[in-house]
């Protein structure tokens, strides 16, 4: 059985997907074997492939997330079975998902929404996990209170769900930031409640609205280009929660005077450190995915680009870095 394992080449000095062969991989005793039927990409993949050298070869299968079947469960499996049906984002120290077969911790996998295709199923559960862990767990915004919550990044695959999740699950008011009519549009029918230009002013912009300001941000885009905007726009006790890396120290000082925090969000810290509480990501994608059998939040894939191939895969990932992509890519599994 043949996956497909980004791989550094040396004599060609660049990453070439390359097929190998890993069927034969034991289970841990919560480990699963899924039939990886549809894969979406994003940013992290391409990250770790051009991390990839001769001196740091590893991990070679890229891909972190899957919709599939189970098709094997390790000794003490107890919340999965054979045959279901299951959508999930996988651990980043562990080989990924593009592959015919992928082995992953039962207690990172949710049973796929029923209503949606594979494919559709694909699309959703790293952006999921992501902004659900940066709403619920590390913003901990209070479902029952109307509160601003600015996205820094409205429509890319995490602000598209983070959108969703914020409109059905919460009383929040959403304002997103957004640069091109066609993001706009993206955003406003996903359920954004205010949309300013990411180019100009936060507080400005709010003003003009009519918005004092954010009690809440959620930065899913450039760090260090919006820092000094959503520390001017965000109102006392509140919090910044990122997912983006800086590559300059950030002045903490711009938030003292206003009791402000600033957070980290990466969603594979609970797999990549076994916490106790890492069922957490299999509980937080069956409650979205019962919203999506709702018909309350819907798949964020926008580009189908087939099935998985050496080609398809390196197009989706140049896709991605043009950074102009809005929703998921999918592809689906090895033919």
């Excluded at 590390?138 to 695959?157: F, H, P, Q, S, Y």
């Excluded at 300013?196 to 260090?224: M, P, R, V, W």
């Amino acid at each position: 059985m043949n996956s497909i394992a980004a791989v550094f080449d040396p004599l060609q000095n660049k990453t070439i997907f390359q097929k190998i062969n890993n069927r034969e991989e034991v289970l841990g005793e919560h480990d699963v074997r899924v039939e990886v039927k549809a894969i979406s990409v994003n940013p992290v993949d391409y990250k770790v492939k051009s991390s990839l050298s001769a001196t740091n070869p590893g991990p070679k299968v890229l891909g972190w997330d899957v919709s599939g079947t189970v098709v094997e469960l390790g000794s003490q499996v107890k919340t999965l079975h054979k045959g279901m049906e299951v959508y999930y984002a996988g651990a980043i120290q562990r080989p990924g998902g593009n592959s015919k077969f992928h082995i992953v911790d039962e207690f990172l996998v949710s049973e796929k929404p029923k209503t949606l295709s594979y494919k559709e199923a694909a699309a959703l559960p790293l952006t999921t996990i992501t902004s659900y862990e940066a709403i619920f767990h590390k913003l901990k915004l209070d479902r029952t209170l109307e509160k601003n919550v600015l996205i820094v990044g409205g429509a890319g695959g995490v602000g598209s769900i983070a959108i969703q999740i914020l409109k059905q699950m919460t009383r929040a008011k959403v304002i997103v930031t957004a640069g091109r009519k066609e993001s706009a549009d993206w955003v406003k029918s996903l359920g954004a409640d205010t949309i300013i230009d990411y180019k100009k002013d936060f507080s400005e912009q709010l003003k003009e609205k009519g918005i004092e300001g954010a009690h809440e941000i959620l930065c899913f885009n450039d760090t260090d280009m919006h820092y000094s905007n959503m520390a001017k726009a965000i109102l006392p006790f509140g919090n910044i929660c990122s997912i983006v890396e800086t590559k300059q120290p950030l002045d903490l000082n711009l938030l003292k005077q206003k009791s402000a925090g600033f957070l980290n969000e990466f969603m594979f810290t609970r797999s990549l450190f076994q916490t106790a509480d890492r069922m957490e990501q299999q509980k937080l994608l069956t409650e979205v995915g019962s919203l999506v059998d709702k018909g309350k939040i819907k798949s964020t894939q926008t580009i189908d680009l087939g099935d998985m191939t050496e080609e398809n895969l390196e197009k989706a990932h140049k896709l991605l870095l043009e950074g102009n992509v809005i929703g998921k890519i999918v592809l689906g599994g090895l033919k």
